[in-house]
């Protein structure tokens, strides 16, 4: 061994694998070096190899290390070409945009030449003419006021030419989450004609015909493999608008302790929907339909000081509700996916601040999903809190009822929508107040047809237990009461309970069908809704069986405990802001977001240290999305007699390409197989139908499982040198030719 290797033997790698690592260093850095250059792939391991070769050799190291570096360093820049990344691309402080390559070999440019117009146009920026690369990021025109920085790993903005501002970077490599293409022949893909007859709802029935959800028990559904494609899609959407949020992500237990939720008071409160369990210790735990009492409880022993707040935390997790009749299968099923985040903060400003910012990351992620959707004013129902919007998903079979104005943006859930009283004063009493029979009529329709009167001049009265005994509620014949705001009056317990036939008889003398106003006892508080205060010479109960009264009027005949809007708005009363009058619509809940205040954390007692030192409860917000109730809202909003439609962004594939004839053609199968790696290179999500079915049931599988995009290919087609392409929804088959079939996904 020469003097020159020993001295650097003894000075600067004194062991042999110390050596060895040097070696592999050298080799990561030429590995690099040769990636910067862009040098061919069968080049760079024999470059590498030369180099630390050469290297060892002028240290004059011994004859066995030579090939020994050699081969290890060859090694190792091979790996380095090879390894497959996923990036993303970040533009600014918008959602990540999704970028698969192969490689980190080639032009960085012609491999993103399908994101390009992606990004151009979500930074809504003119592109350069030439977009250029450098490295790992990719310049295509100035950015928005305050993104100065590029997000280049490392690099914090550093190496850039004067006056390049990047649009937008390349960050570290992940794993990826899910296939960009499949081959059905090697999918389970299990779609039937029939559906069992307790499937009411168009999302119900085609998730089953679809094979995308079967059914375990009552209101518990198994997801198959081409659900779950769509439910991830759903969940990846929501979990990359939290986290541009701000929000960080937790995990907490489903099963609850009962201690937790009889510190808020929530364990009776909650009701049947509550699933309360035992331990083989007697001990009280739930299955968690909501995480309030969880969170407060890791907050109070993880929050300590106003520094760390605001800070929202958010979960993706299964929750389970009793409901009493499950049905519609995913849409009121028991168990279920939800994300649910609670923010805690140090003063009202804060919360406020987080809530409009968790409003409009919601409006972020229903447009993101391609869903035409509507925000309106709620209640804030068992949650509890004070401010409260609701996110509904537009469709003709919504449960809920949403009062819009026609005059301005004014919207909310019909529950929550204030009705005005009418304009101008009640008329005086032009009659007398008469008794009249009704042996057998007892509704509403029914009097109003026997006594030829309107509904609108019908007084009903409703009697629900209250506070201190029975309350009577009376509304206008024609209108509905509202449960929510009866619920909030005083003079009832939060909840409005109907009295039954036992207490309306020993109360009031009289069975339902016949009760009224006038004479009540004076123990019953007369609570009169504003449209039915502003009636005069009305028909109403007279509290005696087989008769009413015509003619009664308030205050001359019947007594007024107070005047309080009662009633369920209906369509063209005006709109509370004064703005036009109101239409309704139906809507499917998919998202709730609350103000909570402190009501959770002072009953668990969440406190922090203020800049002052002393101790202060914190304000909470609750923000909740129905991850997989997104997916059965989304097919009722987006359906045809074929099946599903779905958005391009909830869709299982973008693309489904169906050979004609496969196994006997081999020139269709040949271009099938080019067709489906070419674009499945491009980063399409693309199935390729190889199960060997006719035509007829094959296009039918892909428009029951609402695929976006279909690619027919056949002999007839390759001869013309054409494809058969049709977009889902649209009636007729186009004939493309390559190059235009390619231009629709760059």
């Known amino acids: 061994m020469s003097a020159r290797f020993e001295y650097f033997m003894q000075h600067y790698v004194p062991t042999f694998f110390a050596w060895l690592f040097f ?15 862009r040098l061919p792939m069968w080049a760079r391991p024999i470059l590498v190899a030369v180099f630390v070769v050469a290297i060892c050799w002028y240290l004059e190291a011994p004859p066995w290390m030579l090939p020994l570096s050699g081969i290890c360093s060859a090694l190792i820049a091979r ?113 039937v004609k029939e ?22 028990a009552a209101g518990i559904y198994t997801w198959s493999p081409l659900g779950l494609r769509v439910l991830r899609r759903v969940e990846t959407i929501v979990r990359e608008e939290m986290n541009r949020a701000g929000a960080v992500e937790l995990l907490m237990p489903s099963i609850q302790p009962q201690e937790l939720w009889e510190e808020t008071g929530r364990w009776q409160k909650f009701g049947g929907q509550l699933l309360k369990i035992k331990d083989r210790k ?35 997790q299964t929750k389970f509700r009793d409901e009493i009749r499950p049905r519609f299968g995913i849409m009121r099923a028991r168990e279920f996916l939800m994300k649910d985040a609670y923010s805690f903060h140090v003063d009202a400003e804060s919360l406020a601040a987080e809530y409009r ?19 309106v004013d709620a209640d804030t129902g068992a949650i509890g809190g004070s401010a409260s919007h609701e996110f509904h998903v537009l469709a003709d079979s919504g449960e809920d009822a949403i009062a819009f104005s026609n005059g301005s943006d004014f919207a909310a859930n019909v529950e929550k929508a204030e009705a005005l009283a009418p304009a101008g004063d009640r008329p005086a009493p032009a009659a007398a107040m008469q008794s009249v029979d009704t042996p057998t009529q007892k509704s509403i329709d029914e009097v109003s047809a026997f006594l030829g009167v309107a509904p609108a001049q019908c007084i009903k009265t409703i009697i629900v237990r209250g506070n201190e005994g029975l309350v009577a509620l009376c509304l206008r014949g024609d209108h509905e009461i509202n449960e929510v705001k009866a619920a909030r009056l005083d003079e009832l317990p939060g909840e409005s309970v109907l009295a039954d036939e036992a207490e ?13 106003p006038v004479g009540l006892p004076d123990s019953i508080p007369v609570i009169v809704d504003r449209a039915a205060a502003a009636l005069a010479d009305f028909v109403c109960g007279a509290n005696a069986e087989g008769k009413h009264l015509r003619n009664a009027n308030w205050e001359r005949d019947a007594r007024v405990t107070r005047v309080a809007d009662l009633r369920k708005v209906v369509e063209g009363d005006p709109s509370p802001d ?102 499945g290179a491009r980063g399409i999500e693309v199935a390729l139908d190889d199960r060997g079915l006719r035509p007829g049931p094959m296009f039918a599988d892909a428009e029951l499982i609402g695929i976006p995009h279909r690619i027919v290919i056949g002999d007839r087609g390759l001869a013309a040198g054409t494809y058969e392409y049709r977009r889902r929804g649209e009636a007729e088959n186009r004939s493309l030719s390559r190059d235009e079939l390619l231009a629709l996904f760059d």
């Open 79 to 191: 790996t380095i070409s090879d390894v497959q990344f996923e990036h993303y691309i970040r533009i600014g402080n918008r959602p990540p945009l999704h970028v698969d390559y192969s490689s980190v070999n080639g032009g960085l440019a012609e491999r993103f030449r399908g994101e390009l117009g992606a990004i151009r146009e979500a930074s809504g920026m003119a592109p350069r003419s030439r977009p250029r690369c450098s490295r790992n990021r990719i310049f295509v025109g100035p950015l928005g006021a305050g993104s100065s920085r590029c997000a280049h790993a490392g690099s914090a903005g550093r190496g850039r030419r004067s006056g390049e501002t990047p649009c937008a970077s390349v960050e570290s490599p992940v794993h990826p989450d899910r296939t960009e293409a499949m081959r059905l022949s090697r999918f389970h893909l299990a779609t």
């Open 282 to 316: 007697e001990a009280g735990y739930c299955y968690g339909p909501t995480h309030e009492e969880v969170v407060t409880d890791f907050a109070r022993h993880e929050l300590k000081s106003y520094k760390q707040l605001p800070i929202n935390f958010y979960q993706i």
């Open 578 to 679: 004064g703005q036009g009058s109101l239409s309704i619509a139906r809507g499917i809940e998919v998202g709730h977001v609350f103000q909570l205040g402190s009501k959770y954390a002072e009953a668990l007692g969440a406190t922090v240290l203020d800049d002052q030192g002393k101790a202060r409860v914190m304000s909470m917000g609750c923000y909740g999305i129905g991850v997989s109730r997104i997916v059965a809202a989304a097919i009722e909003q987006n359906n045809d007699e074929a099946g599903i439609l779905w958005p391009e962004a909830m869709a299982p594939w973008q693309v489904v390409i169906c050979p004609i004839n496969m196994a006997q053609s081999a020139a269709v199968r040949e271009e099938a197989e080019r067709l489906y790696e070419q674009l």
């Open 195 to 216: 559906v069992p007859a307790d499937a009411e709802i168009i999302s119900h029935k085609l998730m089953l015909r679809a094979g995308m959800i079967r059914k375990l």
């Open 23 to 37: 070696t592999t260093f050298a080799a990561g850095l030429l590995g690099m070096a040769c990636e910067t250059f």
């Open 357 to 375: 910012n968790m409003y409009d990351t919601y409006t972020r992620i229903f447009t993101r999903l391609g869903l035409r959707f509507r925000a």
């Open 504 to 516: 309306l008889v020993r109360a009031i003398g009289c069975k339902p069908g016949f009760i009224g």
